[in-house]
């Protein structure tokens, strides 16, 4: 790329940053250092402004730059995760949004503990949910890494590497400083922004083809290299069984991921109410709808004007195919309308993995604190709400190291893959324990133990064990072969394996259901009465 648009993208990045910084600043110097305070950003929170939040913490990189990317290089089967993304969020409207707000107060085991035993319940879920969102934030890493190499000509491995240390120090400091009320107003700010820059490039593609979506279509099919199969399903997922179960495994696990999501899940605990929750849904599905249709135009149009060759050249996994056509349709490399909105969208992706970071971390710092150390030292020592939240603090620090670690290492994986394996995770974990917990009477603790780790300890093992670690060229480690598992997405058969092994665990438990902690819970569920 020119100096002009790094000098422009820089300094595009540097001011969203000095506004989110000056954000964090100011709520740092305005909170009151409580655990609800760091947690939920004090209940204060109306529909709108979460449903805009939500919106923005669920559109990430691996929205923004992978789906585009995925669409661009193999067409129909690329729609799969626009679709999967969109989808999931009815599971999360009528299964989850207003019983977990009614039921736990800062994180998902809350809900679980609700019922259980909680040391052995706590340490479970905050398990499951850091490691959910260690893999989250691997993937916005790696989209970090991706547009900075291709604002500095794609030549430079150490930009790269410093650049994810970059988004590393700068989420720790906004969750170490701001806690959820500067997290939610960043969301909120990159949101905008995001759906502006998207209208724009949607509406610029659609005008460059007259208005005319099948000529869109066909322009792309020509120019892919398949003809019209690149409309059509197979490109990607098709072919022999594998590739085909493969689809399967990765729709299941993104619509059933979502409602699992720890970052997704501590969103409906900043409003007031369970029917703010809701609404706070409805306008999310509103904003993530209009995106997520609009990321298929910006794919095929991707495909029809820059051509899958030029992607692919520029970037393997298609993570760079939204920039290169802000590029063309500005004008061109060379041309200032080019520069200009070339640097813009840039700055808006980078703003968004900016954004999506720090709630994820936030999510997981919590978990650390709120049920690991909690369940392990400071509940036994009477420790006061502070001291938690210290702990969240220098947690948020040692997870961004090891999301700085992992995004180093997966750089060359396209992002919203990534973001498939976390949602796969999510799914095989933490759904299964949480919908148990919401709806069967005679859940135990056993079971909710076995829900989590039954589908955790599968989901993890089995991707260590597939082609995404070992055994083909575009592998973690491309120079051994320890695979044995052929899928690259587990959903398929570590989703079942949380809910059988919760059943299991459940039906050979000797500790009695309590009945009464049920009735608590349903009715605190179902009407909102003793809620937080």
Known sequence: MSSDHQALALVLFSAFVAVTLAITTWVSRNRRGSAEEFYAGGRLFSPME?????????????????????????????????????????????????????????????????????????????????????????????????????????????????????????????????????????????????????????????????????????????RSGHGTDFLG????????????????????ALVLGTAGLPHILSRFYTVPTAAAARRSVVWSIGLIGGFYLMTIVLGFGAAAIIGPDAVRASNAAGNTAVPLLALDLGGGAGTSGGTVLFAIVAAIAFATILAVVAGITLASSASVAHDLYASLRSRRAGAKPYSEVAVARAAAVGIGVAAIGLGLLARDLNVAFLVGLAFAVAASSNLPVLLYSLFWRNFTTRGAVWSVYGGLIPAVLLVVLSPVVSGSPEALFPGVDFHVFPLQNPGVVSIPLGFLAGWIGTVTSTEAPDAAKHAETEVRALTGAGAV
């Open 233 to 252: 399903p197979g490109l990607r997922y098709g072919g022999d069984w594998t590739a085909r179960l493969d689809f399967i495994s990765l729709g299941l």
């Open 50 to 222: 979460n449903g805009f939040a939500i919106a923005g913490d669920y559109m990430s990189a691996a929205s923004f730059l992978g789906i585009s990317g995925l669409i661009a290089l193999f067409g129909y089967d690329g729609m799969l995760y626009s679709v999967g993304f969109l989808v999931a969020w009815l599971v999360v409207l009528l299964l989850v949004a207003e019983l977990v707000r009614n039921c736990g107060r800062f994180t998902l085991a809350d809900v679980v503990a609700a019922r259980m035993a909680e040391r052995p319940v706590r340490i479970a879920a905050g398990t499951s949910s850091v490691t959910v969102s260690v893999l989250y934030l691997v993937a916005q890493m790696v989209g970090a890494g991706s547009l900075v190499a291709l604002l500095l000509g794609g030549t430079s491995g150490a930009a790269r590497s410093w650049t994810v240390i970059g988004v590393g120090a700068l989420m720790v400091i906004y969750v170490s400083l701001g806690g959820m009320r500067a997290t939610t107003w960043i969301q909120i700010v990159k949101a905008v922004l995001l759906m502006a820059g998207a209208i724009a490039l949607t509406v610029l593609v659609l005008v460059r083809f007259d208005g005319d979506f099948g000529r869109l279509l066909t322009t792309a099919a020509e």
